[in-house]
């Protein structure tokens, strides 16, 4: 069997995967088992067996709209590594990461699922006891590749977020009907935040309508990259049923037979094209010239090698193209992605695409430095493993301070020395509960080995824990391993209060609490979008209220986009999410799953209440005795309205804090303590209570007025865009040894509340909506139906049609040069031609009637609850959206008069 440059693909008639190469699920596990080494220090310098092996590893996940074929196309990988004997269907419920009954149900992706396997299918840890040879593509040796599942509906955007927020690379799935859909575009923005490398896999080209030339031109159109068309359809006498794909990296074309399991495919060299199918080969030659050019652009290896053979763009080696595609890959800022073809359902294209994800993405030692930070100080962890961070952060803490005292270091511990200990930094990004294993906490481990039985000291909640169980997990079976080494994704089991986000470390020694420099080590946290549904969670009976918090809790933990807060005035447990499926899966959860005896009622939508004016200053002493111990302190508050743009203009000298939090703005002064940035961290003032300092002032006053604003004055809905101005003046307001913290807030408090009760007798308050950014796609015939509902019906106004989708709410961490990147022009973009289109006016018609359309609008969220099957009954089943909160905004007394009675109506 002779090994193609860039596909490990048999020669004609010969199966991909024989008996030969065939492992059962059992021995793969076992292998893996025995091939964890288990380093008995940690060093920065790699073995040459971890550094192997971890060049051979490739952590990916699998990014699309919903229903564009992810699910598909993990169960056909599985199958052709041997990892299945079977390939699963998502339509019967029998697929391997789709395994919850709610995801079997109704037929989506719910949760990300974690799973294992090599590719090619050979005995994975016997190539890596010898050195690979370098004369041969990386697909001829096996890899292993660690592949996460994400969801595509928008309801789980958290899902995908912190799913990325772990990957080294990602596949791009696009459906060959639909194209560049509108929730493509959100995944594809929030990969760029994390800036990991892509493949884009054009998938159903089996199906009437695939338009693979015309998704290649959306791909640089709408996502703003260069497609380097890698493949192109294979269409049986140009116009005829897809039946496998043509290289243009190798010039040849794979063959798929129809209604075969895909393994046995039919190779073409390009002389065979030029006899068989002619026209194929004329586009093929055309496909490996625009590669070429495409990739002179950016890499000069490529055109060296361009001018070695003579300036003939076929002549080119094929090993030289896939290293120039890397380097492009790796190279993020060259905007070039490649793009590759095949239907997964038919079992065509699978292979190859696996080929590119060993060929194409990087190894954990390639991607991106992680971001950590460390005593203040922000870098990548590979230079905190070296020490030159550690230097960075000595330097910052030992520069003075405008006169004052110096921050206290870290002298009794030598920072290096700490670092030294390191052991392992691994960072959870999941949590899940399990019925039968308990509570599994997925990790991805970014330096050294992370072991069984060892203490983790979590960064976020300062405490450590034992890892008793280490998994190894594959959807839902999971297989327990000794150690999990850097680069890699796997399972602790046993940790009791381990959250999504947080940092683990483990280090040399016995002691409970690792070096100082340690225990500040974070790396980069996850993002949790705002809720903008609510519903109300309510036990069966008093005697089961405890036990649906404790599931409550449980359900919080395993997913952070979900909140739960309590109702004062009625006593109700609200839990809010991101959607309406968000919240209808979480409710099955809760009472199937956790078997939580409880009842929720209906969706409703979380409004805010904002202030028309300014209030007078208002002050407040609190005087009370609590635990027999006397507590007194004072406030003066001030409330008026804070539209968010002139949040940097409001401080002065006498300024401790102003910081924007849940859409409010809370601003401290203390007229004579004149204290400046520096002073805050130090332990005494002789202006302050004994035992209070100047951060403690601020962090009690802080909490005292956000627990103010959480409840309005008129409507009980919680404040937005308000700013609060906090006044304490040292000698009316302090009490010496009488004022604690626990006083201080509750003089806070009741100032905030009682301005914003003087709100109600002065300019008054108004309520407040969310407002969503909607992204509709819909056909040409649609689109005057569903514009007129928009901006009539619905209250809506449309921003743009066909424009680029803009970057949401949850999307504020987006790099802002992405922005700034020149358009890409689409008709300078290589796209081969479809077989439905001709030069006859007729065609070109009826081909503009039926492609997509997208509508950009705003929209008041009540208008969008229950909007999908109206929106489906409008487009004959075609239509569909994404949305995410764009801001909040005062409502027109006729639309609040109608709210407050649709409100009091439903109670």
């Known amino acids: 069997m002779v090994v193609a440059p860039l596909l490990r693909l048999p020669q004609p008639g010969m199966r991909c995967m024989g008996s030969h190469y065939y492992r059962t699920q059992t021995n793969h596990l076992k292998s893996l088992i025995s091939s964890q080494i288990r380093p008995r220090y940690f060093s920065t310098s790699l073995s040459r067996w971890q550094s192997d092996a971890l060049d051979r590893t490739r952590n990916i996940g699998i990014i699309a709209h919903i229903d564009a074929g992810k699910t598909t196309t993990t169960e056909r990988m599985l199958y052709y590594t041997g990892f299945t004997r079977r390939i699963g269907d998502v339509d019967e419920g029998s697929t391997v990461t789709d395994f919850l009954p709610a995801e079997r149900a109704r037929g989506i992706t719910i949760q990300s699922a974690a799973i294992t396997f090599h590719w090619p299918p050979g005995d994975a840890n016997g190539a890596s006891s010898s050195p690979p040879d370098q004369s041969l593509p990386r697909s001829a040796h096996s890899h292993t590749i660690n592949l996460i599942d994400t969801p595509g509906h928008a309801d789980f955007t958290f899902e995908v977020m912190r799913s990325l927020r772990i990957l080294d690379g990602a596949v791009c799935i696009l459906d060959g009907v639909a194209g560049v859909e509108a929730q493509t575009e959100q995944v594809w923005h929030q990969a760029s935040t994390y800036k990991i490398p892509r493949v884009i896999y054009v998938n159903k080209l089996d199906r009437d309508g695939a338009a693979f030339g015309r998704t290649v031109r959306e791909v640089s159109s709408r996502?703003?990259?260069?497609?380097?068309?890698?493949?192109?359809?294979?269409?049986?006498?140009?116009?005829?049923?897809?039946?496998?794909?043509?290289?243009?990296?190798n010039l040849q074309g794979l063959r798929w037979k129809e209604g075969e399991d895909g393994r046995a495919v039919k190779m073409m060299d390009l002389q065979q094209l030029d006899a068989e199918e002619p026209s194929l080969?004329?586009?093929?030659?055309?496909?490996?010239?625009?590669?070429?050019?495409?990739?002179?652009?950016?890499?000069?290896?490529?055109?060296?090698?361009?001018f070695e053979c003579n300036e003939d763009h076929v002549a080119i080696e094929p090993m030289d193209i896939v290293d120039s595609l890397r380097r492009c890959v790796l190279d993020q800022t060259t905007r070039i992605v490649p793009l590759f073809a095949g239907a997964s359902f038919r079992n065509m294209g699978v292979q190859p695409l696996l080929d590119a994800v060993v060929n194409l993405l990087p190894s954990p030692p390639e991607a991106p430095d992680p971001?950590?930070?460390?005593?203040?100080?922000?870098?990548?962890?590979?230079?905190?493993?070296?020490?030159?961070?550690?230097?960075?952060?000595?330097?910052?803490?030992?520069?003075?301070?405008?006169?004052?005292?110096?921050?206290?270091?870290?002298?009794?511990?030598?920072?290096?020395?700490?670092?030294?200990?390191?052991?392992?930094?691994?960072l959870a990004f999941k949590v899940v509960n399990d019925p039968k294993r308990g509570v599994l906490v997925y990790v991805r481990v970014y330096s050294g080995s992370l072991d069984r039985n060892s203490l983790l000291f979590n960064t976020n909640l300062h405490l450590s824990?034992?890892?008793?169980?280490?998994?190894?997990?594959?959807?839902?079976?999971?297989?327990?391993?000794?150690?999990?080494?850097?680069?890699?994704?796997?399972?602790?089991?046993?940790?009791?209060?381990?959250?999504?986000?947080?940092?683990?470390?483990?280090?040399?020694?016995?002691?409970?609490?690792?070096?100082?420099?340690?225990?500040?080590?974070?790396?980069?946290?996850?993002?949790?979008?705002?809720?903008?549904?609510f519903t109300s969670v309510e036990p069966h009976s008093l005697s089961e209220e405890k036990r649906m918090q404790e599931s409550l809790a449980l359900l919080l933990r395993e997913d952070p986009s979900l909140h739960v807060s309590v109702d004062e005035e009625s006593g109700q447990t609200l839990l809010s999410g991101m959607g309406e499926l968000h919240l209808e899966i979480a409710r099955d959860r809760l009472i199937n799953d956790l078997k939580a005896k409880a009842s929720m009622g209906r969706i409703e939508i979380g409004y805010r209440e904002s202030g028309l004016g300014a209030s007078t200053a208002v002050t407040k002493i609190f005087d009370k005795e609590i635990a027999g111990r006397r507590a007194k302190a004072g406030c003066t508050a001030i409330v008026e309205p804070f539209n968010g743009e002139d949040a940097s203009d409001v401080a002065d000298e006498d300024t401790l804090l102003a910081e924007t939090l849940e859409g409010n703005q809370i601003i401290i002064r203390a007229p004579g303590l004149q204290l400046d940035s520096a002073s805050l961290t130090d332990e005494a003032s002789p202006l302050l209570p004994p035992g209070i300092n100047p951060a403690t002032l601020c962090t009690a006053l802080q909490n005292g007025a956000l627990a103010a604003l959480a409840r309005g004055p008129q409507f009980t809905f919680p404040m937005h865009n308000t700013r609060v101005t906090l006044n304490i003046n040292p000698a009316e307001h302090l009490f010496g040894n009488e004022t604690t913290t626990s006083a201080l807030s509750a003089a806070a408090r009741q100032a905030t509340s009682a301005a914003l009760r003087d709100l109600l007798a002065g300019p008054g308050t108004v309520m407040m909506e969310p407002v969503m950014n909607v992204i509709i796609s819909v056909d040409e015939a649609s689109l005057g139906s569903v514009v007129h509902d928009i901006s009539s019906s619905r209250g809506g106004h449309i921003l743009s049609l066909d424009e680029e989708v803009p970057v949401s709410a949850t999307d504020a961490s987006e790099s802002p040069t992405e922005d700034a990147l020149p358009p890409i022009d689409p008709t300078r973009v290589y796209a081969p031609p479809d077989p439905f289109m001709s030069?006859?006016?007729?065609?070109?018609?009826?081909?503009?009637?039926?492609?997509?359309?997208?509508?950009?609008?705003?929209?008041?969220?009540?208008?969008?609850?229950?909007?999908?099957?109206?929106?489906?009954?409008?487009?004959?089943?075609?239509?569909?959206?994404?949305?995410?909160?764009?801001?909040?905004?005062?409502?027109?007394p006729p639309r609040q008069k109608a709210v407050l009675a649709e409100l009091r109506g439903g109670f």
């Open 223 to 249: 996502l703003a990259v260069h497609p380097a068309v890698c493949h192109i359809p294979w269409f049986d006498g140009g116009n005829g049923p897809f039946v496998g794909i043509a290289d243009a990296v």
């Open 281 to 306: 080969a004329e586009e093929l030659r055309r496909a490996r010239i625009a590669l070429v050019e495409l990739l002179s652009e950016q890499d000069e290896i490529i055109v060296e090698k361009f």
């Open 371 to 426: 971001e950590v930070s460390i005593g203040g100080v922000k870098g990548g962890l590979r230079r905190l493993l070296s020490g030159d961070l550690i230097v960075e952060q000595n330097e910052q803490a030992s520069a003075p301070s405008k006169g004052k005292k110096k921050k206290r270091t870290m002298a009794h511990a030598d920072p290096k020395e700490a670092i030294a200990k390191l052991q392992s930094c691994a």
């Open 465 to 533: 824990e034992r890892a008793p169980r280490l998994l190894k997990m594959y959807a839902n079976d999971a297989v327990e391993v000794d150690s999990i080494l850097a680069g890699h994704i796997g399972v602790v089991v046993g940790l009791k209060h381990a959250r999504t986000g947080d940092t683990l470390v483990s280090y040399a020694g016995n002691k409970a609490t690792p070096p100082e420099p340690l225990t500040s080590l974070q790396l980069r946290p996850i993002d949790v979008p705002p809720p903008v549904f």
């Open 839 to 892: 030069p006859s006016v007729g065609a070109e018609v009826s081909v503009s009637a039926s492609r997509p359309r997208t509508i950009t609008a705003k929209v008041p969220l009540k208008e969008m609850v229950g909007y999908l099957k109206h929106l489906r009954s409008l487009t004959a089943g075609r239509g569909t959206f994404v949305m995410s909160v764009d801001r909040f905004e005062n409502m027109s």
